[in-house]
């Protein structure tokens, strides 16, 4: 029971120093690791609390090392006993992309699994490795996953002497490297894999290094070796999967592209070079030397270009091992990565875990520094991580959900990769608008570049851009120049922007708006073609501007007559985006005058007696996974968030929550995309805490991560959980769910990166938020004096970024919040609403002016750079970050175990 004294003294602020960290055994490694490197990482990992500069008043007692350490994804397998153990104990090793450990840089993905003899072999991938047939290329076959699908590189394989009877596996979130242990029928083998964080390598920000370190092989496995396999380069691999022609590339007409080219140069480091049949080479270098393996690989370049850098790299990530000079560059790359974000702990074991090993993925995907995430720079559904016929942007939710959160996360540099990737495919946005459109409004595109002649001449900013359809490649994302009209949607591309948007408006960056200008401006634009008071769509002349019909995305109800509330909603948040930063960057666009008339007259949303409607005439009826007809609630549409509107919005989300079982319903849709995923459950917390149902937020989420793991299942596509009884369009459904190693998969397991990412920002937004009107701060909002969520009954974080470049932390115990603290980068009026905090208040410093208004709200004046505490007049709060105490056996629940391993939570 000391775990939960431990817990009632935390939650009484009375727990010492760094001792809540509650590391206990999560800090002992489930592998055990030797040699100069480990321990000269073990000597950083003594890192202390004040790894973070701490806020004026706010003392910050995490030992990040330590606190990681209990999030760590821990695997482990054994064969069954008996005279031959031939078998494995269920369910057996992670030989699989759903129960894998996983390691990244932005550019290069590896997948840590189990090979057919429980060995290890490491499945390699990169961001930018994909085929490139796109129309007009002779070889293209005019599907997407044929075309455009990324491409394996090979595995990286350890060949014991013996045969493996026991395997245990550590991600190690905090050094961002994977340690594992193999004992075999001839000794013990402790290796630790590594992909290169850092910035240095011959190929700088483009390098895709993996270091393995045998730092103990005993007894006969002194001989065991790593081998490096090719893969052919090519897309008609099995999807792992669905067997159906549109799930996997089948199309006869495919040709494969050349086998790749084996070399050794004269010093012994082994190459492979990959031809493709449209576009250039890329390639992969191997080498060993006392116990060291490195691997380096490279995207496609031009001529020979690929092959020689991956053989520099390879030389150089050798060299710099053996001397134990490139172990803490990368340490530090990561170390630093999570010192100079944010922290987050609740009292749910299973979802901080879920967290920080998201906010780890988050560092693999987009690379620790925003710098690094190949000629992709953005994820798809897998990335950086190879699964074949993979590869894909899904424009009318995935792509918008993986950034919900990471700006506010004070992972501001993350978002810059999704920016790039939408700069550097302007063209083909631009040469997606309606023939209609062109002419004087089209943008002054080239095959390399597209602008709107930004900032400057007379004629600027007369560009539309638009996404061509739903789904595309990381090649020509504008989906290959196809021309987006009623009734596909017209907004996907401004969704995406929103998330530029935020980040911008969470730092007051200048550079941010300039960047986004252009492309906010030019989507929101494509509108304006659209808008019309009088045409066929637009009914009964009501002085409106109204939208034509077009799909709701996966609404399965139809068009309706138009002003789909999807489109109202982007279109509106366009329109006033536009006309914002046009002031703030003092732009003077010729466009601006219509823009506002729009804006003031353009159609409201249509409704009924059960809240939003889809489009005018079609009311919400049919179970719908997505909230597309609640976006506007998403996006904080000012219409939509006043407290006459309010009655009508918590109708709508409850009406839509209602119908989330398609089972429930007397004439179910013939579609496995009807029922709720798991990013419904991740919106619906969201909404949820936006609107101050905080009981209802929390609920979601805690609801949906611990589904995902009954019996230590988890949304294992081989292991549906069915919740609904016998029906099987609910098991489908419930077949997704987070995996053992925390990826998501829909129905049978396809994956997509969307929901743990969305699911944080949820988190998030449960503990600060900012209203949609006036951006009042809410700390741990919905939270009254004295009541706690029944789920999170003890919270802390630090250096959550919101609305006006402020930092905010906060703790919150007992039904209270004990303190909270504000930073402002940009000097600026703050308002913060602390509905659990008793009043009278004070702040700190007390020469800080404040004025609480009558609805409760405190009301600060903040210089740039100036922070500012406030807690209960009267009391000695105890204003120290620390991580909330957590039991030993509630550590390190994710991860893929055998029967013996699953914690009983």
Not at 504 to 521: D, F, G, H, K, Q
Not at 590 to 613: F, K
Not at 642 to 667: E, F, G, K, N
Not at 717 to 736: D, H
Request: glycine share 10%.
């Amino acid at each position: 029971m000391a775990w939960a004294l431990a817990l009632l003294a935390w939650a009484a602020c009375v727990c010492s120093s760094g001792a809540g960290s509650g590391a206990g055994s999560g800090a002992s490694d489930v592998t055990t690791a030797t040699g100069s490197q480990r321990s000269m990482s073990t000597a950083h990992d003594q890192g202390q609390a004040q790894d973070q500069p701490p806020h004026l008043g706010v003392d910050f007692q995490v030992s990040w090392p330590q606190f990681l350490a209990r999030s760590d994804l821990t695997s482990a397998w054994t064969r069954t006993t008996g005279p031959n153990r031939s078998g494995w104990v269920s369910p057996g090793p992670p030989f699989s992309y759903d129960t894998s450990g996983f390691l990244g840089n932005g550019n290069l993905g590896v997948l840590v699994q189990a090979d057919g003899n429980g060995s290890i072999t490491l499945v390699l991938g990169r961001t930018d490795v994909y085929d490139r047939r796109v129309p007009g290329s002779p070889f293209a076959t005019g599907e997407l996953l044929c075309d455009v699908a990324k491409l394996p590189i090979g595995n990286l394989t350890l060949h014991a002497v013996g045969r493996v009877l026991d395997g245990e596996m550590r991600v190690r979130l905090w050094d961002g490297e994977a340690t594992v242990n193999l004992t075999t029928s001839l000794g013990k083998i402790s290796t630790r894999i590594t992909v290169f964080g850092g910035s240095s390598a011959p190929s700088g920000g483009s390098s895709g290094i993996v270091v393995v370190s045998n730092d103990v092989a005993s007894g006969g496995e002194s001989a065991a070796v790593w081998r490096f396999t090719a893969a052919d380069a090519n897309a008609n691999l099995p999807h792992p999967v669905y067997s159906t022609e549109s799930y996997s590339c089948t199309n006869k007409r495919y040709k494969s592209n050349p086998p790749a080219v084996l070399s050794t140069t004269a010093d012994g480091i082994r190459t492979s070079e990959q031809a493709l049949l449209v576009g250039p080479r890329y390639a992969t270098a191997f080498a060993a030397a006392a116990g060291l393996t490195v691997l380096a690989t490279t995207g496609p370049l031009p001529g020979s270009t690929a092959l020689s850098r991956a053989t520099a790299d390879a030389r150089w990530a050798l060299h710099q091992a053996r001397r134990d000079a490139l172990f803490p560059e990368h340490y530090a790359a990561w170390h630093e990565f999570y010192t100079s974000g944010s922290f987050v702990s609740v009292s749910h074991p299973r979802l901080e875990q879920f967290y920080w090993i998201t906010q780890y993925k988050l560092g693999c995907g987009m690379g620790l520094r925003g710098d690094l995430a190949g000629d992709g720079g953005a994820m798809d559904h897998t990335s950086p991580w190879f699964l074949p016929n993979n590869g894909l942007f899904n424009w009318d939710l995935n792509i918008q959900m993986t950034w919900w959160g990471v700006a506010g996360a004070d992972r501001v540099s993350l978002v810059l990769p999704l920016l790039r990737f939408l700069e550097r495919n302007t063209p083909d946005f631009c040469a997606n608008v309606a023939a209609a459109a062109q002419g004087p409004h089209s943008c002054d595109c080239t095959t390399d570049n597209c602008t709107f002649r930004t900032l400057a001449g007379p004629s600027a900013h007369t560009g539309y851009v638009a996404v061509g359809r739903i789904e595309t490649g990381h090649h020509n994302p504008g989906d290959l120049n196809k021309s987006i009209v009623p009734p596909g949607p017209l907004g996907d591309l401004v969704w995406a922007l929103t998330n530029i948007e935020h980040a911008w408006r969470v730092t007051r960056n200048r550079s941010i708006a300039e960047r986004l200008y252009p492309l906010v401006s030019g989507a929101a634009n494509y509108y304006i073609h659209w808008l019309a008071k009088e045409a066929p769509w637009s009914g009964p002349a009501d002085g409106f501007y109204h939208l034509p019909p077009t799909f709701s995305p996966e609404y399965l109800g139809g068009p309706g007559d138009g002003d789909t509330s999807y489109e109202l909603a982007l279109c509106r948040w366009g329109l006033a985006t536009s006309l914002e930063l046009g002031i703030v960057l003092g732009i003077h666009d010729p466009r601006a005058a219509a823009w506002q008339d729009r804006l003031d007259n353009l159609a409201p949303y249509s409704v009924s007696s059960t809240g939003l409607d889809v489009a005018r005439n079609l009311p919400f009826d049919q179970p719908h996974r997505h909230f597309s007809h609640l976006l506007g609630v998403v996006l904080k549409d000012p219409t939509l968030h006043t407290p006459a509107s309010s009655p009508l919005v918590q109708l709508s989300i409850a009406h839509w929550r209602s119908l989330r079982d398609p089972c429930t319903m007397a004439a179910r849709p013939a579609s496995r995309d009807a029922g709720w995923v798991g990013f419904s459950y991740a919106a619906s917390a969201l909404l949820n805490a936006r609107l101050q149902n905080t009981e209802a937020a929390v609920a979601d989420l805690t609801w949906y991560v611990e589904r995902s793991a009954v019996e230590g299942k988890f949304g294992h596509r081989e292991s549906p959980v069915p919740i609904s009884g016998a029906c099987p369009l609910a098991t489908e459904q419930n077949g997704s769910g987070f995996f053992a190693n925390t990826f998501y998969g829909e129905g049978l397991g396809d994956p997509t990166a969307e929901t743990p990412f969305g699911t944080c920002a949820a988190l998030q937004e449960v503990l600060v938020g900012t209203s949609a009107v006036d951006e009042v701060i809410s700390v741990f909002p919905g939270l009254g004096n004295g009541t706690a969520s029944t789920s999170l009954s003890t919270m802390c974080f630090h250096q959550l970024r919101v609305v006006g470049a402020f930092l905010v932390s906060a703790c919150f115990a007992n039904g209270r919040t004990t303190f909270a603290s504000i930073h402002s980068e940009a000097g600026a009026r703050c308002r913060v609403e602390l509905p659990s905090m008793q009043q009278p208040l004070s702040v700190l410093p007390s020469t800080v002016p404040m004025n609480i208004s009558a609805g409760g709200i405190v009301e600060l004046e903040l210089k740039p750079g100036e922070n500012v505490t406030v807690y209960s007049t009267g009391t000695q709060p105890d204003l120290a970050i620390r991580a909330v105490p957590m039991a030993p056996y509630q550590e390190n629940f994710w991860g893929f175990k055998n029967s013996t391993h699953i914690r009983n939570q």
